[in-house]
């Protein structure tokens, strides 16, 4: 590296001389600031010790230079300056930053000899920071070639020491070692030893370590330093060429308590080259504190040097990164690995070569939560490629990618113990003379563990491909999924596994998607103690299995429900498939062909055989051993030389009468064929069955090209099932008839029986198919007319005829009654029919004869209903017809169709009321007419008129039925043709305005023609309103106003003098003010004198007709109006009492006993208020309120109402302020209140 520009103010020493003499006042006071050991003599003679004196006296300055010029130095390699010649000892430790460039100006080097430098010696030593030191040799020192440290460490690091030979001669070929490490980093950081090219150090031949760094642990006191230390491109334990060892008698690097240093590096030239002897490592990691270390491309154990060491890399650490290194040629263990702290650690890309017992060791501290990336990595000729045990408890994940493992003994071997996900992924195990993967799988309980290996390659290994034992214990989940990998030309099994298990284990065995190919052994053998089947389970799915020697499949004792699926097993040596001890299997869906047997089964082992095509073999499925409940159906057996179902394994059993034996599949008898053929486009089966009595058994039909040569089966095409049932002595005769199947010409036809335990029979001998006897059966159904009425009676009729040459036996005609018509009675001519189930059972019908059934029953809903019949069973075949295939156009079935009609009522409503218009406070009638003018009676009439607002209910009047005022619900029960009912409803109204009462017809028992009840339609006949007009009575004082006016123009035009004038006013202001104080009878006695005095005007008055009449009326008007304000006021007013209206509640009636005024709240009020009464008994109740001038302003209750105590909010936002009365009316009872209202 290139000498560091130096600031101005900074100093450059040279060297001019080999001595070893020191500056008597270097750094000291009076220093004349040269390197000159003898100042007496003339210029400076300035040896490497003065240089260093002088350096530590300027330090303060930067960083200084030294440099060499020594004219005429004797020989011709390196330049050599013996330490401590003098006596002076070691030379003094270097302090503050300095470049030292090693090289005289003739470009020889520089070479330290500490043979005279005494004990304890050390070559250079760096105390303070930022050194450049290049081109060193040094050696002989009794302690380290360099030391690198702080006073006290840490120091300030950040040297570079590159271009050195440390433990070697000039030539670096020669081992001249230091006594102690070649370089030792005590406790400091931040240092680089080497670099690419001319830039590496040759650190070898020392009795220490090549390179030593050392921290401090967590229980030493000081601070930390010893971290980012890089140590790269260096020659450790080997000469200058490379090619030869000059080893470190203790090792090539060590680390303690060293965390984030690195040693190499990932570029060109940046691995550091090793070699050692049987006794040391490559690189050792060790100590409490080793987080952060990465081991990056190196070469440990060069292997022409012909010196190995122990272990390649051995390293008790914390997460750690191992990658790139090529090591070759170890006694031991590559790479060993002892894992102790939580996190990552990264194994990759590694070239492990050679003959070595372990190519990498990996173990592992208790309770640790560790991920493992063990990735592209190479193990050549490795005694063992890589050897795994885990720890018993803690959390350990895989990532075990794209390895390759070749030419070893063993490929893989691990020990699994805790939780994690352990992936295997696109590893090559190849040419190992053992096992290429070896695992066991050791459990701990309570653990959770997924092993997973995919896209793995194992192939020409000496034993199995792969190899595990499983230990379940209590409470262990485990997954093995084995996917997409390839086993082949292994000398043993390509696939073995063996599992023990505990009570409460939990595991799944899965192998789906891999070849398993010529190996010696079996294709995939699992085995389990079998103890513990419903937990434990093997899936083995769309695998290959071909041309192993032993065999496809071997699986003891395992339960694989719905698998060893979708398969191809061929040409196998021993059976496709093996199911031993006690497994539970089910195969499905297999191409099984050219094995020695396609599937054996022994021991109690069972399996449901289940869609296979299994052909080609020696025999095509042998059951032996012990096992029941071995269902076979749906297979596609055939071309086997021996049988095509064995039970046994012993060739064709004959059948047993009442099949009492015992043995494989009980050994089931077989059906006996007796006849075949194809009969009205369906294939027929007869023949018989003897078994256990009274059971219900499925027969399986097949149809081969030819027989086997046994004489019994196969069964090549499936074609149906069909079910029979044993008599009490255990026979069953049986024509079975397969819907839509036929027998191709010359087919050779076989069946199986299967009982309820699904255990099933062999193959039963080969039948030709040939004629068969048919019976035609046909069926013809009609009703006793086409059209009825609801509540009619129907009655059907069905023939049934045999038109075949045999008779038929079993017959079962269906006719279920169809919604609309309710069962009464049925007659057979022969056999039984149940009404419930629909069924006609007639035991047997001869050729030509005939039976019929009558059923009668009672149409119950209108429309068009069919009833159809159908021969659902038959024994015998039938050539032109399928029993129960629902199919229309056969002779078997037969349907009839009838139209159910309903009579109509045609309800009309009509609604008017008393007169159009009225004021508040009216009494209103409304009037509602019914008329039936349909053909039918109408039952379950209900017609809705609900009172709108503005209208209380009074009474009602019903001529027939029952109204409900509160749901508006007029019920008519039923209204005959013809026939009309009226409804009248009283009420008051309450509010002036347009309003509107509407009357539905909104249910009825029948049809309307023309309407549809409670549909809302106003132009329907079953729907009618009527709309009424409401004024506001008038105020009277403004009719008072507007006669005196009439009047004052009468006397304005000349038509009455101003006498008359001043008279006819008078007696109006006078009825006014006898109106405005309540007294009625008074204010109409003054109008009714101011009538006389209009008729009687003298003849001075220029009145004519018309203007009389006119006053007349309009008094008369005010008259009629202030008579009505009578009938409305309380008995005080009636009867002129002169007190004024805050005296209204001392001129009551008396209070009913049974009667309580609450008063009302708030009161003064403004936008609302709310009155409070009580009531002791049920009463009729008016509650009316009047202004101050007797004019009605609201109804707001007309009613009967409940005991108790009720409230009424009434809303007045709009109210004029003033005073108001509120009246009260019970029965013959009133009572007055005066109310405030105040606008806000």
């Given at each position: 590296?290139?000498?560091?520009?130096?600031?101005q103010?900074?100093?450059?020493?040279?060297?001019?001389?080999?001595?070893?003499?020191?500056?008597?006042?270097?750094?000291?006071?009076?220093?004349?600031?040269a390197?000159?050991?003898?100042?007496?003599?003339?210029?400076?003679?300035?040896?490497?010790?003065?240089?260093?004196?002088?350096?530590?006296?300027?330090?303060?300055?930067?960083?200084?230079?030294?440099?060499?010029?020594?004219?005429?130095?004797?020989?011709?390699?390196?330049?050599?300056?013996?330490i401590?010649?003098?006596?002076?000892?070691?030379?003094?430790?270097?302090?503050?930053?300095?470049?030292?460039?090693?090289?005289?100006?003739?470009?020889?080097?520089?070479?330290?000899?500490?043979?005279?430098?005494?004990?304890?010696?050390?070559?250079?030593?760096?105390?303070?920071?930022?050194?450049?030191?290049?081109?060193?040799?040094?050696?002989?020192?009794?302690?380290?070639?360099?030391?690198?440290s702080?006073t006290?460490?840490?120091?300030?690091?950040?040297?570079h020491?590159?271009?050195?030979?440390?433990?070697?001669?000039?030539?670096?070929?020669?081992?001249?070692?230091?006594?102690?490490?070649?370089i030792?980093?005590?406790?400091?950081g931040?240092?680089?030893?080497?670099?690419?090219?001319?830039?590496?150090?040759?650190?070898?031949?020392?009795?220490?370590?090549?390179?030593?760094?050392?921290?401090?642990d967590?229980?030493?006191?000081?601070?930390?330093?010893?971290?980012?230390?890089?140590?790269?491109?260096?020659?450790?334990?080997?000469?200058?060429?490379?090619?030869?060892?000059?080893?470190n008698?203790?090792?090539?690097?060590?680390?303690?308590?060293?965390?984030?240093?690195?040693?190499?590096?990932?570029?060109?030239?940046?691995?550091?080259?090793?070699?050692?002897?049987?006794?040391?490592?490559?690189?050792?990691?060790?100590?409490?504190?080793?987080?952060?270390?990465?081991?990056?491309?190196?070469?440990?154990?060069e292997?022409?040097?012909?010196?190995?060491?122990?272990?390649?890399?051995?390293?008790?650490?914390?997460p750690?990164?191992?990658?790139?290194?090529?090591?070759?040629?170890?006694?031991?263990?590559?790479?060993?690995?002892?894992?102790?702290?939580?996190?990552?650690?990264?194994?990759?890309?590694n070239?492990?070569?050679?003959d070595?017992?372990?190519?990498?060791?990996?173990?592992?501290?208790?309770?640790?939560?560790?991920?493992?990336?063990?990735?592209?990595?190479l193990?050549?000729?490795?005694?063992?490629?890589?050897?795994?045990?885990?720890?018993?408890?803690?959390?350990?994940?895989?990532?075990?990618?794209?390895?390759?493992?070749?030419?070893?003994?063993?490929?893989?071997?691990?020990?699994?113990?805790?939780?994690?996900?352990?992936?295997?992924?696109?590893?090559?195990?190849?040419?190992?003379?053992?096992?290429?993967?070896?695992?066991v799988?050791?459990?701990?309980?309570?653990a959770?563990?997924?092993?997973?290996?995919?896209?793995?390659?194992?192939?020409?290994?000496?034993?199995?491909?792969?190899?595990?034992?499983?230990?379940?214990?209590?409470?262990?989940?485990?997954?093995?999924?084995?996917?997409?990998?390839?086993?082949?030309?292994?000398?043993?099994?390509?696939?073995?596994?063996?599992v023990?298990?505990?009570?409460?284990?939990?595991?799944?065995?899965m192998s789906?998607?891999?070849?398993?190919?010529?190996n010696a052994?079996?294709?995939?053998?699992?085995?389990?103690?079998?103890?513990?089947?419903?937990?434990?389970?093997?899936?083995?799915e769309?695998?290959?299995?071909?041309?192993?020697?032993?065999?496809?499949?071997?699986?003891?004792?395992?339960?694989?429900?719905k698998?060893?699926?979708?398969?191809?097993?061929?040409?196998?040596?021993?059976?496709?498939?093996?199911?031993?001890?006690?497994?539970?299997?089910?195969?499905?869906?297999?191409?099984?062909?050219?094995?020695?047997?396609?599937?054996?089964?022994?021991?109690?082992?069972?399996?449901?055989?289940?869609?296979?095509?299994?052909?080609?073999?020696g025999?095509?499925?042998?059951?032996?051993?012990?096992?029941?409940?071995?269902?076979?159906?749906?297979?596609?057996?055939?071309?086997?030389?021996?049988?095509?179902?064995?039970?046994?394994?012993?060739?064709?059993?004959?059948?047993?009468?009442?099949?009492?034996?015992?043995?494989?599949?009980?050994?089931?008898?077989f059906?006996?064929?007796?006849?075949?053929?194809?009969?009205?486009?369906?294939?027929?089966?007869?023949g018989?069955?003897?078994?256990?009595p009274?059971?219900?058994?499925?027969?399986?039909?097949?149809?081969?090209d030819?027989?086997?040569?046994?004489?019994?089966g196969?069964g090549?095409?499936?074609?149906?099932?069909?079910?029979?049932?044993?008599?009490?002595?255990?026979?069953?005769?049986?024509?079975a008839?397969?819907p839509?199947?036929?027998?191709?010409?010359?087919?050779?036809?076989?069946?199986?029986?299967?009982?309820?335990?699904?255990?099933?029979?062999?193959?039963?001998?080969?039948?030709?198919?040939?004629?068969?006897?048919?019976?035609?059966?046909?069926?013809?159904?009609?009703?006793?007319?086409?059209?009825?009425?609801?509540?009619?009676?129907?009655?059907?009729?069905?023939?049934?005829?045999?038109?075949?040459?045999?008779?038929?036996?079993?017959?079962?005609?269906?006719?279920?009654?169809?919604?609309?018509?309710?069962?009464?009675?049925?007659?057979?001519?022969?056999?039984?029919?149940?009404?419930t189930?629909?069924?006609?059972?007639?035991?047997?019908?001869?050729?030509?004869?005939?039976?019929?059934?009558?059923?009668?029953?009672?149409?119950?809903?209108?429309?068009?209903?069919?009833?159809?019949?159908?021969?659902?069973?038959?024994?015998?075949?039938?050539p032109?017809?399928?029993?129960?295939?629902?199919?229309?156009?056969?002779?078997?079935?037969?349907?009839?169709?009838i139209?159910?009609?309903?009579?109509?009522?045609?309800?009309?409503?009509?609604?008017?009321?008393?007169?159009?218009?009225?004021?508040?406070?009216?009494?209103?009638?409304?009037?509602?007419?019914?008329?039936?003018?349909?053909?039918?009676?109408?039952?379950?009439?209900?017609v809705?008129?609900?009172?709108?607002?503005?209208?209380?209910f009074?009474?009602?009047i019903?001529?027939?039925?029952?109204?409900?005022?509160?749901?508006?619900?007029?019920?008519v029960?039923?209204?005959?043709?013809?026939?009309?009912?009226?409804?009248?409803?009283?009420?008051?109204?309450?509010?002036?305005?347009?309003?509107?009462n509407?009357?539905?017809?909104?249910?009825?028992?029948?049809?309307?023609?023309?309407?549809?009840?409670?549909?809302?339609?106003?132009?329907?006949?079953d729907?009618s309103?009527?709309?009424?007009?409401?004024?506001?009575?008038?105020?009277?004082?403004?009719?008072?106003?507007?006669?005196?006016?009439?009047?004052?123009?009468?006397?304005?035009?000349?038509?009455?003098?101003?006498?008359?004038?001043?008279?006819?006013?008078?007696?109006?202001?006078?009825?006014?003010?006898?109106?405005?104080?309540g007294?009625?009878?008074?204010?109409?006695?003054?109008?009714?004198?101011?009538?006389?005095?209009?008729?009687?005007?003298?003849?001075?008055?220029?009145?004519?007709?018309?203007?009389?009449?006119?006053?007349?009326?309009?008094?008369?008007?005010?008259?009629?109006?202030?008579k009505s304000?009578?009938?409305?006021?309380?008995?005080?007013?009636?009867?002129?009492n002169?007190?004024?209206?805050?005296?209204?509640?001392?001129?009551?009636?008396k209070?009913?006993?049974?009667?309580?005024?609450?008063?009302?709240?708030?009161?003064?009020?403004?936008?609302?208020t709310?009155?409070?009464?009580?009531?002791?008994?049920?009463?009729?109740?008016?509650?009316?309120?009047?202004?101050?001038?007797?004019?009605?302003?609201?109804r707001?209750?007309?009613?009967?109402?409940?005991?108790?105590?009720?409230?009424?909010?009434?809303?007045?936002?709009?109210?004029?302020?003033?005073?108001?009365?509120?009246?009260?009316?019970?029965?013959?009872?009133?009572?007055?209140?005066?109310?405030?209202?105040?606008?806000?």
């Open positions: 590296m290139p000498a560091k520009m130096l600031a103010a900074t100093k450059t020493f040279v060297v001019n001389t080999v001595g070893d003499e020191s500056d008597p006042n270097a750094g000291q006071i009076g220093d004349d600031g390197c000159d050991v003898d100042p007496n003599t003339p210029g400076d003679q300035c040896t490497f010790r003065a240089a260093i004196e002088n350096q530590n006296g300027n330090r303060n300055l930067g960083q200084n230079e030294i440099k060499f010029d020594i004219p005429n130095a004797p020989g011709s390699g390196s330049i050599v300056i013996k401590g010649s003098t006596g002076l000892g070691p030379l003094p430790p270097i302090l503050g930053s300095v470049v030292i460039l090693a090289q005289n100006s003739d470009g020889r080097r520089i070479e330290l000899d500490g043979t005279s430098a005494g004990t304890n010696a050390i070559g250079l030593r760096l105390l303070g920071g930022s050194c450049q030191i290049s081109f060193f040799i040094i050696n002989n020192f009794s302690s380290h070639g360099i030391f690198i702080g006290p460490p840490p120091g300030e690091g950040s040297h020491i590159e271009s050195n030979y440390i433990g070697t001669d000039a030539t670096g070929a020669v081992a001249k070692g230091n006594g102690g490490d070649g030792f980093i005590d406790n400091t931040g240092n680089t030893i080497g670099g690419t090219g001319l830039s590496r150090n040759i650190i070898s031949g020392n009795s220490g370590y090549g390179i030593n760094i050392q921290g401090l967590s229980s030493q006191f000081g601070t930390q330093g010893a971290s980012n230390n890089l140590a790269i491109g260096n020659l450790i334990g080997l000469d200058i060429s490379g090619n030869n060892a000059l080893p008698k203790k090792g090539g690097v060590i680390l303690n308590n060293a965390p984030t240093n690195t040693i190499g590096g990932t570029g060109a030239n940046e691995g550091n080259k090793m070699a050692g002897d049987s006794t040391t490592n490559g690189v050792t990691v060790t100590g409490s504190l080793t987080d952060g270390i990465k081991i990056l491309g190196n070469f440990i154990g292997n022409k040097t012909g010196a190995k060491f122990a272990i390649g890399i051995a390293a008790s650490a914390k750690i990164t191992i990658e790139g290194n090529v090591i070759t040629d170890i006694v031991g263990v590559g790479v060993d690995l002892f894992v102790k702290g939580d996190g990552s650690y990264n194994v990759r890309k070239s492990i070569e050679g070595m017992k372990v190519g990498a060791k990996l173990r592992f501290s208790e309770g640790r939560t560790v991920q493992i990336v063990y990735e592209n990595n193990h050549t000729n490795n005694g063992m490629a890589i050897d795994v045990e885990e720890s018993v408890s803690g959390k350990i994940d895989w990532l075990v990618l794209g390895d390759t493992m070749k030419l070893g003994q063993v490929g893989a071997n691990f020990i699994f113990h805790c939780s994690g996900n352990k992936n295997f992924t696109n590893g090559v195990y190849n040419a190992n003379a053992g096992v290429a993967f070896n695992y799988a050791d459990i701990s309980p309570g959770q563990v997924a092993l997973k290996a995919s896209g793995e390659a194992y192939s020409a290994n000496g034993a199995e491909g792969r190899k595990g034992k499983v230990v379940l214990k209590g409470g262990t989940e485990f997954s093995y999924a084995l996917s997409g990998s390839s086993a082949v030309n292994n000398g043993k099994d390509g696939d073995r596994l063996d023990f298990t505990d009570a409460n284990a939990i595991a799944t065995f789906t998607d891999n070849k398993f190919a010529v052994g079996i294709g995939l053998r699992w085995i389990s103690d079998g103890k513990n089947l419903i937990t434990v389970r093997a899936f083995i769309r695998d290959l299995f071909d041309k192993n020697t032993l065999g496809g499949i071997e699986v003891t004792s395992f339960f694989t429900g698998s060893i699926l979708n398969d191809t097993i061929t040409n196998n040596g021993g059976p496709g498939v093996l199911v031993d001890g006690n497994t539970i299997a089910h195969i499905e869906g297999n191409i099984i062909s050219g094995n020695s047997i396609g599937i054996l089964t022994n021991d109690a082992a069972t399996a449901g055989i289940i869609g296979n095509t299994i052909t080609a073999n025999k095509g499925v042998a059951l032996g051993g012990t096992g029941t409940g071995s269902e076979l159906t749906a297979n596609s057996i055939f071309k086997n030389t021996g049988p095509g179902i064995d039970l046994g394994n012993d060739g064709p059993t004959p059948n047993d009468p009442g099949d009492a034996d015992t043995g494989p599949n009980n050994l089931q008898n059906p006996v064929l007796t006849a075949a053929g194809n009969t009205g486009g369906n294939a027929s089966i007869q018989t069955l003897n078994s256990t009274n059971t219900t058994f499925r027969l399986d039909f097949f149809s081969n030819a027989c086997n040569p046994s004489g019994f196969e090549q095409a499936f074609l149906d099932s069909f079910k029979v049932t044993t008599d009490g002595a255990g026979n069953a005769a049986f024509t008839i397969l839509g199947k036929t027998f191709p010409a010359g087919a050779v036809i076989t069946a199986t029986a299967t009982d309820p335990n699904h255990n099933t029979s062999e193959f039963s001998a080969c039948l030709p198919t040939g004629n068969i006897q048919t019976a035609d059966l046909e069926l013809t159904k009609q009703a006793d007319k086409t059209q009825y009425t609801v509540g009619d009676q129907v009655t059907f009729t069905i023939h049934l005829i045999n038109k075949g040459p045999a008779t038929a036996t079993g017959i079962v005609v269906t006719d279920v009654l169809p919604a609309g018509i309710t069962f009464g009675q049925a007659i057979p001519s022969a056999g039984t029919y149940d009404h189930t629909g069924k006609w059972s007639v035991s047997a019908l001869n050729s030509g004869q005939q039976d019929s059934l009558t059923i009668t029953g009672t149409v119950t809903q209108p429309g068009t209903i069919t009833n159809t019949a159908e021969v659902t069973a038959s024994d015998v075949p039938d032109d017809s399928s029993p129960g295939n629902g199919v229309p156009t056969e002779d078997d079935q037969s349907s009839v169709t139209q159910v009609l309903v009579q109509t009522a045609d309800l009309e409503l009509t609604k008017q009321a008393d007169k159009t218009q009225y004021s508040v406070g009216d009494q209103v009638t409304f009037t509602i007419h019914l008329i039936n003018k349909g053909p039918g009676t109408a039952p379950g009439i209900v809705t008129d609900v009172l709108p607002a503005g209208i209380t009074g009474q009602v019903a001529s027939v039925g029952s109204y409900d005022n509160i749901t508006g619900k007029w019920s029960s039923a209204l005959d043709s013809g026939q009309q009912a009226t409804l009248t409803i009283t009420g008051t109204v309450t509010q002036p305005g347009t309003i509107t509407t009357a539905e017809v909104t249910a009825s028992g029948v049809p309307d023609p023309d309407s549809t009840p409670g549909n809302g339609v106003a132009t329907e006949d729907q309103s009527v709309t009424i007009q409401v004024v506001q009575q008038p105020d009277i004082a403004e009719q008072y106003r507007l006669l005196i006016q009439q009047v004052t123009a009468l006397v304005n035009s000349g038509k009455l003098t101003p006498q008359e004038g001043k008279v006819l006013k008078g007696l109006l202001e006078l009825s006014l003010r006898q109106e405005s104080r007294k009625i009878q008074p204010a109409i006695a003054v109008l009714k004198v101011f009538i006389i005095l209009v008729k009687n005007a003298t003849n001075r008055s220029h009145l004519t007709d018309a203007d009389r009449k006119a006053l007349i009326l309009a008094a008369q008007k005010i008259i009629d109006q202030l304000m009578q009938d409305h006021h309380p008995k005080w007013w009636r009867e002129n002169n007190d004024e209206l805050g005296n209204l509640e001392e001129n009551s009636d209070e009913l006993i049974d009667f309580s005024f609450n008063g009302n709240y708030p009161n003064p009020f403004s936008s609302y709310i009155i409070s009464f009580g009531l002791k008994e049920q009463h009729r109740v008016q509650l009316t309120v009047y202004d101050a001038n007797g004019r009605m302003v609201a707001l209750l007309d009613k009967v109402m409940q005991p108790g105590i009720q409230t009424v909010n009434w809303q007045a936002p709009d109210l004029p302020a003033g005073i108001y009365i509120l009246q009260l009316k019970m029965d013959n009872f009133t009572k007055t209140y005066k109310m405030v209202h105040v606008k806000q």
